[in-house]
């Protein structure tokens, strides 16, 4: 029999083709959404559950029978004691035997991310777990900030002249995908990176030739990047959360490269030109 697999965040980036691929596959999944209608309306091609990380009755009847668990904190939920925790123990209640977590880069050496505390409470769950932590999403070139390319022509970030190893989210799903689909992959933790480390400089470079217009790279100082945050409406505790990532960036915290991206994918992770090139009518 194949085993039920719960998927959380199915709308963000990384959960959007971590679906792709099972789908791909033909692979049997259950999507955990708030609401079930809305999420129908816009595609009925997959079968959804209640669930809410925040509604702690919706976790009984979406983990019933449930063998895995992909686990995506939602970025505005920082409570680990008072949602992750109870989420783990109800998984451990239910015989979940497997829970890949989506992390972050050295989330096992930085206390101050959320995912540092929710890894430790699923080391402590004792539930066999898949640890992904990621670099850099390219993908926050055509979200976070897309309107600063497409309306100032401008890389609004501060980071820098440090290196990072980004890697795009479609890669990151495909490896969630065959953690939750293949045997051999539980209680190890995965660097996920792409093939090189590079600057925001050559961003802008790369970005300039297949956009065919001038892209600056501005590096504004720290709090400078916060303040405009805030007054773009971001909320004050995330927009601190985005520079202290910025911050461990510029420390060199994200010029890590691996090979276990290539290893698993059994083939070399997406290029920085290769994304580009995928989303140009984003900036334009």
Request: glycine share 6%; charged share 25%.
């Amino acid at each position: 029999m194949v085993e039920k697999i719960l998927l959380t965040g199915i709308t963000g980036n990384v959960g959007s083709a971590v679906v792709d691929y099972l789908k791909s596959i033909n692979r049997d999944f259950l999507a955990g959404v708030r609401n079930i209608k809305k999420s129908i309306e816009k595609d009925d091609s997959m079968e959804y559950i209640n669930f809410d990380f925040e509604d702690i009755d919706t976790y009984v009847t979406a983990l019933h029978g449930v063998k895995k668990v992909f686990l995506v904190r939602p970025p505005q939920l920082t409570d680990v004691n008072g949602i992750f925790k109870p989420f783990i123990q109800k998984c451990k209640k239910a015989g979940v035997e497997q829970i890949v977590f989506l992390s972050l880069l050295g989330a096992e050496k930085n206390p101050f991310p959320p995912h540092h505390k929710i890894e430790k409470a699923i080391l402590e769950s004792k539930i066999p777990y898949t640890f992904i932590r990621p670099s850099f999403f390219m993908q926050n070139l055509s979200t976070t900030h897309a309107e600063d390319i497409k309306e100032r022509d401008d890389l609004f970030i501060p980071s820098g002249k440090a290196k990072i190893s980004f890697i795009d989210t479609r890669d990151i799903g495909e490896i969630i995908g065959r953690t939750l689909a293949e045997k051999g992959h539980e209680n190890k933790a995965y660097t996920i990176t792409g093939s090189e480390a590079i600057t925001y400089f050559q961003v802008a470079d790369s970005m300039t030739k297949i956009l065919g217009r001038k892209i600056t790279y501005s590096n504004p100082p720290l709090f400078k990047f916060r303040k405009e945050m805030i007054d773009r409406g971001i909320k004050k505790e995330f927009a601190t959360v985005m520079m202290i990532l910025y911050l461990t960036t510029k420390l060199g915290m994200a010029n890590h490269v691996t090979n276990t991206a290539e290893v698993l994918l059994k083939r070399k992770p997406r290029t920085i030109e290769v994304f580009i090139k995928d989303h140009i009518e984003v900036w334009r």
